[in-house]
Every structure is written in C-alpha cells, then in structure tokens.
C-alpha cells in the first residue's frame, strides 16, 4: 500500500498557490509529486473547468509525469483540455500545426532529424557536413561545429558550403519541411504580429486554467521569450526549475537569463523547495558547495531515508596529466564495502571517454567506418539495459543498418525514410531487436568472427547492386569497439546521459584539463567562463543518494576539500 503523502511545508505552498510563480527547486526535491499534487487540487476543484498544460523538455521527464498521473488517477479520458508533453510538442501543436509556418503554403511537415541533413558541394571529393555546421537564418558557417567533423575555416573557405547550405533551407522551407529549430523561428515570427499574439493568447486562455513548464533549466532563450509571452498573455504560469542544472549550452541553454526572469516575479510568486529527499545531509553539503558562492544562500536540507546516514564524501586524488585507470577499482571497493550493486554505481564524466578510461575501458572517438559504427551501436544497445535510454540505442542501431544496407544516404535521411516506408509507428523493433540479439560480442569470439557474423545479419536486406564486404570492412579498431566493460566495474557514463536520474552511489570523474578552472570558479572568479563545467560536476554530483565519490588531480585535491569542508561537510582523502 502507498504510504500518505504528507508535503513538506515548501511543498504545500507550491500545490495550493495560485496564479503564477518561479519555484527554485533543489535536486531530489520531489518535484514530480509535488506537481501530481497540484494538478489534484486543480482537480479538485469545480469551479473551472478549463485544462493545466504540463510542460517540460525531455520524453523522459513526459513520460516520468505521466506515468505518475495515471497512477494516481488523475489522467483523464480524453485528456482534452489539458495537455501534457515537451515544450517542442506544444509549439508544435498550438503554433505550428494549425497556422502553417509563415509565408509558405505548403502543408508543414515535422523532420526531427534536419540537423543531419549532409551539406556537400557538388564538386569531387568535397568535404561533407552536416546542416547543424549552418545558421538557419542566414547560411553561415559555424566555424566551432564544422572543426568537429574536421573542417578548419581558417584554412578552406567555407564559401561554397554556405551557399549549398542556403540551398537547403530555403528549399527545405519551401516545401514545409521543418524541425524543431524552426518551429521556434516560425513561433518567434507569429509572435511578432500584434494581432496574431493577441488572438493565440486569449485562445489559450480560454483552454487552460494554467501551464507548468517544469525543468525550466533547460530552456532555450526562443523557450524563454515563449514563457514570457504566456505569462504576458494573462495566463497562469508556474515555472519549475534549478538554474544550476542548465548544461545545454550547445543547445542554446541559459542560466543568467532564467535569474533575470525570475526577478520580473513578485516576491511572493518566488517560491523555494530545498528539501532533498534524495541524498544524504553530507551530498546535500556537497551540492551547495558546488555552485557558484552567489547562490549558496539557500542551504538544502536532507529530510529522506537517508537523512541520517553519515557516510563522508571521498576524494580520489589521482596523479598524471590522464584519467587514472586505478579509480573505477578503488570506486568499486568503496561501493561494495556499503553493500550496493556495481551496476548501480555509475562513474560519471563529460564525456565517456573520460568515465570510461577510469575503468580501463578503450573507446573510439568520431569515425565515419561503417563497421566501426556497427559495432559501437551494438555495444551501446546492450549497454542500455543497466544504463537506460534503450529507445534511443535501438533507434540509432536501426539508422546505422539502413545505412549499411544503402536504404538512406546519410544519417539524416532515417525519419524521411521510415515515413515513406509506413514505419513510423515503429514496427520495425522486433527486426532490429533481433538482430541486435544476433550480434552481441559473445565471450571468446574474435572480432573478425564477430564481423562475419555481422556481414550475414545485414546481407539479406542489402539494397541491389551493393556487397555487404565493401560496406563493412574489417578494421584494426574493431576490437577496440567491441571492448566490453571489465568485469565487476562500475558502469562509465556521461553526466548528461545521467541527468534527472539518481543512483546509490556516484563517482564524478574530474579532468586535469578542467579542474582547476571549476575550482577557480566555485571560489569566486565566477567571470572565468568556466560556469558551465563547474554546473555539469554539480550535477553529477546532485544524482547520489549514499555515496558520492569525487576523482580529481592530486594537485586540486585539497582546494576541492577546502571547499567541501567550508560548507560542514565530512571529508576522506584518498590516494590512488
């Protein structure tokens, strides 16, 4: 049976305010019970009948919701006239769908994966690129993007690849073909006539009684501009979020931006919850001291079931220029003498090649082989199970082997093909599931057994005229690709795959590159631009319950302790 609910304080104040507010919500707040409660109370409710939109950015934190609503029987059949999904649906669905995209005829159609669509002058042997390389206004080259599919600007003019990428978007708008990038250009051109935005508001208005944008963190400034305009608009607006978790800053991510809207709210419309349920009182410690010293006013207090566990935080210091392999073992005994299950005990880093050289793991950068390729989607599909993000791994493998199989040209041409196809509903898992059964890397088999076995799996369904041993060709790094985690090791994942999870225990992997510039940060130079890297550690650090383990260089260790123990935390040292 499900024990009551009985909200904090804090809590209570977010579920029975009405009209609209900025709640700062620290991690492990219970944030999503928190809002299962207040669409209870609108329910509740008689004297209007008008719907709540539910908003956030991620399918998982939709998804998270929704579940949570139905178990407490508070989805409604039809859902009309609430909604609940991604900011992007709801542009989409308010803005986009029934207006059309502004100065184009043509139906619109959705294209999620535009971003991949190859840019490549007409020319022998041009450098191909993606349209992510390209502003979407103007054609222009992105100079940092195109260096990481190698292509330097500073020694080939990029001229011929702009007016081809110029090409493609205008056709590409011509024909209605848009994906989420332009929903919100096309919103933000809507949005500018008077009459269009009055009209849309008071049609809106009419619909929901209030609209939740949870996870706020995670907006863009076009998400932002949007919110404003709602709230502008005469609705109610509650905006939920930790500013401190905004880490997509290659997606457009803000963080001075959400503190500057947060102060157009009235005093009383600026709501707190920093109770965490999550973690230990020695983490929550931790948490604070990890953000900048401007916001550590607010202390979070743990009031969970492990409020009362005394379990110090630990400091791996680590010596070399490189990630030492000798973390994950050391991270293990500490996982282990607690009791918890390695596979829960995620080591954390930007990237995975980072958190996985701390286990001895070999990983691949970029690589454009397409049995390179195949691998890598295998080992990632298989991996998903103890990682999550199943969905995604078999999307990807799925694209990869149409690849193979010459079924799309480039990567960007998977969704285009599963619609003209009638696949988009997904009947295509079982095949790859299959197949991705097929091709696990058994114990004792040799990458080039692996690889015949793969040459099998894809032959059949080979467009004519292609030979499956020219398509995926034996490699010296299939191996390397190949390389399963060691045995009884904590699993290596990027700390933005972890975001909105939690786990018993977590190792934040800290580079020599980067620490000391987070560090610099975290004491104050807060000018230094290095506020996103110190945000990801904080992060990292936020998804631990009982055991949260820091790996850094032996020469920031004791600044790191300096900065832990400065906010009350326990601290052990520990040299590897």
């Not at 007016?163 to 809507?190: H, K, M, P, Y």
């Not at 500490?334 to 880093?349: C, F, K, N, Q």
């Not at 082989?369 to 078999?394: D, I, N, P, W």
């Not at 940060?521 to 000018?527: S, V």
Request: aromatic fraction near 6%; glycine fraction near 8%; charged fraction near 20%.
């Amino acid at each position: 049976m499900t024990a009551p609910y009985c909200p904090t304080g804090q809590q209570k104040t977010v579920i029975i305010h009405d009209g609209s507010a900025f709640v700062t919500a620290c991690p492990g707040a219970g944030k999503t019970r928190t809002l299962v409660e207040r669409a209870r109370h609108l329910a509740d409710r008689t004297d209007d009948k008008r719907g709540v939109a539910f908003l956030s950015f991620t399918n998982a934190a939709v998804d998270e919701l929704q579940s949570r609503l139905g178990l407490f029987g508070l989805l409604t059949s039809p859902l009309f006239p609430s909604f609940i999904g991604t900011f992007d649906r709801f542009l989409w669905q308010f803005f986009i769908a029934p207006f059309g995209i502004p100065g184009c005829t043509v139906l619109p159609q959705l294209v999620v994966d535009k971003n991949n669509w190859e840019v490549k002058p007409p020319f022998a042997k041009a450098h191909a690129l993606t349209l992510e390389c390209f502003d979407r206004k103007t054609g222009a080259i992105d100079a940092a993007r195109a260096g990481e599919h190698g292509f330097d600007t500073t020694e080939r003019n990029p001229a011929a690849w702009e007016t081809c990428a110029r090409r493609i978007i205008q056709s590409a708008r011509a024909n209605g073909l848009v994906d989420f990038d332009d929903v919100r250009s096309c919103v933000a051109e809507r949005l500018g006539d008077t009459n269009f935005a009055e009209r849309v508001g008071k049609a809106l208005a009419a619909r929901f009684r209030e609209i939740v944008v949870d996870e706020a963190q995670d907006c863009n400034p076009s998400d932002l501009s949007v919110v404003h305009w709602l709230r502008r608009s005469g609705l109610s607006v509650k905006v939920i979020c930790d500013p401190q978790q905004s880490i997509f800053k290659f997606r457009g991510g803000i963080t001075n931006e959400l503190l500057d809207f947060a102060a157009t709210f009235d005093p009383s419309e600026r709501l707190v919850m920093n109770g965490n349920f999550r973690s230990t009182a020695a983490i929550c410690s931790a948490i604070v001291a990890l953000r900048p010293p401007s916001a550590r006013v607010d202390k979070d207090e743990a009031i969970g079931k492990h409020k009362d566990d005394a379990t110090p935080i630990h400091l791996l210091s680590y010596s070399g220029n490189g990630v030492s392999t000798a973390i994950g073992a050391k991270f293990a005994d500490l996982v282990r003498s607690l009791d918890i299950t390695i596979g829960h005990a995620p080591l954390l880093a930007s990237t995975l090649s980072s958190a996985s050289k701390a286990i001895g793991q070999p990983t691949l950068g970029k690589t454009n082989e397409k049995s390179l390729l195949l691998a890598q989607a295998v080992m990632s599909y298989h991996f998903s199970f103890t990682s999550g993000g199943r969905r995604e791994a078999l999307a990807s493998l799925h694209r990869i082997i149409l690849f193979i199989q010459g079924h799309i040209g480039t990567m960007g041409d998977y969704h285009a093909h599963l619609a003209e196809s009638g696949m988009i509903d997904g009947r295509w898992r079982p095949d790859v599931i299959a197949v991705a059964n097929e091709l696990r890397y058994e114990p004792g088999e040799t990458p080039s057994q692996w690889l015949a076995k793969a040459r099998l799996s894809v032959e059949a369904d080979m467009v004519r005229g292609l030979n499956v041993n020219q398509r995926l060709r034996s490699h010296a790094n299939l191996a390397t690709a190949l390389a399963a985690a060691p045995v009884d090791a904590p699993p290596p994942r990027t700390i933005h795959s972890a975001k909105g999870l939690e786990f018993p225990a977590v190792c934040v992997v800290m580079t020599s590159q980067k620490a000391g510039r987070i560090l610099d940060y975290l004491e104050g130079d807060t000018t230094n631009g290095a506020d996103e890297d110190a945000r990801k550690i904080y992060v990292a650090a936020s998804r631990a319950e009982r055991l949260l383990v820091m790996a850094i260089p032996k020469n920031t260790a004791g600044r790191m302790q300096a900065l832990l123990t400065s906010v009350g935390c326990a601290v052990e040292i520990n040299k590897i």
